[in-house]
Every structure is written in C-alpha cells, then in structure tokens.
C-alpha cells in the first residue's frame, strides 16, 4: 500500500533503450499540494522519467503511482488524474483557441455546455481571451505556450506535470505561468516540474530532486542543497587588468578556495566561508597594495552553483532545446 499522503510515489524506476540505461533507480515522494523541481542535465532520464509518469512509455521495472493509481495496471485511470504541458506547445493551429479547449474538455466527457464555459474560463485567465477567437496558428510562441498550458487545466487534475512550461515564454509570460502553478498549489493540485530555467525552481519548487545519468544524485529544499555548496561567493571588479594577478593572490588568501579569474572581464571570484568578515577583509588587502577594486559584492550560493558543483557543468547549454523523446528518446 502506498502513502496516503503521496499523490506521486515513485519506487524502484528503471528504463533501458538498448544498451542505454536511462533510468537506473529512481525514487520520488511527492505530498499533495507540492511542486518537485526535478532538475539534471540534457540526457539525464528527466524526460523519460516524465514519460513513464504520464503513461505515454513503460518503464522495465520499478512502481509508479500517480493519484492512487498504477500507471502499468491503471492508465487510463492515471490519464483522468493528470495534466500535462511538454516540452513543446501541443495544440491544433487550424482551431481557434477557445476550439481547442473546448475539443480538450470535450474529449475529458464534459457536456457542451460545460465544455464552453470551461474553454472560456481559462482563455480568460491566461489572458487569451481577446485572441480565443482567432486561429491559434496565428498566436505568437507564448501564446501558443499559454494555450498549451491551459489546456493541460481543463478536467481540474489532481496532478500536473509541467515539462519545461516556460520554454520560449518572455519575462511576462513566465511570471503569468508562475502565478498560474502558485495558485494551483494553492487549491490542493500536485505539481511535477521540470525547468533548466534554475531560478525558476528556486521560486515555484518546494524540493528539488536533481537527476544525472539516471540516478537522483541530490534531493531537498533549494536552501538546502544551497548549503551543501558553502557560505557563498565573493566577486570583486579591478580597475586595471595589470592588477588582476596580484589581487587574485590577496584575495585567495581570504577565500575558501582557489580564485576563478576572468582576466578580460578583470573579475575575480572566490568560494567565501567568513561571510562578510571575509570580504572585509579581502578590500582591506586590496586597498593596502594600492589595487583599485571598481565593484565588490558577497552573494549566496544560486541554485546554478549547486548544479555546476553536482554534475559538472552548467544547467543549460548553448544551442536550441531538445525536441521531446519519443520511445525511443532517451532525454
């Protein structure tokens, strides 16, 4: 029997293509009303692990459940539970919006009538409702993107899954998703992000579970796998780069590790365990060896620390985003 508390509980996962492991263990835990941020480089089992959860692959081995049910023994029970917003924007650009709405909640068995209010309830919060008549092939991106995301409310689900929602969306469209997840939260909804956007899963995730090579190498609060990386980083600005050598010596002095130094940019940077003691201490230094410092500044760690320190590089890598795997993916 699962936890009566967990709306999504994953034990156990595995999923091969091949030779290719993508999945090699996966454990997830997820309350009602939550948001897991599951965050992990490209080709790290994100997706699939999406892809399992929402019915669309089998895993080899392992239980899933979502809503009380099982995703194997039980799809189109999980499939009544769920909504889904991938990678890329799912909508039919010959309907008009408010058409491919109220098609979406028609086929969730919702009368016309229902269907038709639903379909205008949503165009109206996410803001399409001066465009719900027009044809969604002629909406832009993030309209395309809002549609998509509305679409994946329609049947009022007790679980959303949210692959990469953001993709695409400019700053006011990212901040509108953001209030749409928080008040999804806020009425009992479950929600299953995963973001390459970092700052992003610092706002919206309760915990964060990070994947790399299939396996979830970190979980916890973004304050605490933050911790995990140190007391923070210093950054100080030269106003010579003749200088930058000579400060990068005194100021490791005062750090926690060995300087990063951006000789163009006259920028040094340093891992700080002293806090501003140690910052106080490194100007102090600077300004005794006659170095001129134009910008200095004690900041925490970010979640893009935890990511560089955990899997070895950035959370996002040059170039377009990945299409969304198919079977055969292993994303």
Do not use: C
Request: no cysteine.
């Amino acid at each position: 029997m699962g936890h009566p508390a967990h709306v999504i509980e994953v034990d156990g996962l595995t999923k091969s293509f091949g030779a290719h492991r993508a999945l090699k263990g996966i454990d997830l835990h997820v309350p009602r009303g939550h948001v897991l941020g599951l965050l992990g480089p490209n080709g790290a089992g994100k997706t699939t692990t999406v892809r399992i959860l929402t019915t669309l692959l089998r895993p080899d081995a392992g239980r899933v459940m979502v809503a009380g049910h099982d995703v194997v023994r039980d799809p189109a029970a999980v499939r009544r539970r769920i909504g889904l917003s991938g990678q890329f924007a799912a909508v039919d650009e010959k309907l008009t919006g408010y058409e491919n709405l109220r098609m979406v909640a028609r086929l969730y068995g919702m009368t016309r009538r229902r269907a038709a209010q639903r379909a205008r309830e949503l165009l109206e919060r996410f803001r399409l409702a001066d465009v719900g008549d027009q044809r969604a092939g002629a909406y832009s991106g993030g309209m395309r993107r809002r549609l998509d995301l509305a679409g994946a409310l329609v049947a009022e689900p007790d679980v959303v899954v949210l692959d990469e929602p953001t993709t695409g969306l400019d700053p006011r469209g990212r901040l509108d998703t953001w209030e749409v997840v928080g008040e999804l939260v806020a009425d009992g909804t479950t929600v299953l992000l995963t973001t390459q956007y970092l700052e992003e899963a610092d706002q919206l995730a309760h915990s964060i579970a990070v994947i790399d090579q299939g396996v979830v190498i970190a979980r916890g609060t973004a304050d605490e796998l933050k911790a995990r990386v140190g007391g923070g980083r210093m950054d100080f600005v030269v106003a010579d780069a003749a200088d930058v050598p000579a400060a990068a010596g005194l100021i490791a002095r005062s750090g926690a590790a060995e300087p990063v130094v951006d000789a163009t940019a006259r920028r040094i940077s340093i891992a700080a365990s002293g806090g501003h003691a140690a910052l106080t201490d490194a100007l102090g230094a600077l300004e005794r060896d006659g170095i001129q410092v134009l910008d200095a500044a004690l900041r925490r760690p970010t979640l893009d620390d935890v990511f560089l320190e955990l899997t070895g590089h950035a959370a996002r890598e040059p170039g377009p985003a990945p299409a969304l795997a198919g079977a055969g993916g292993t994303a």
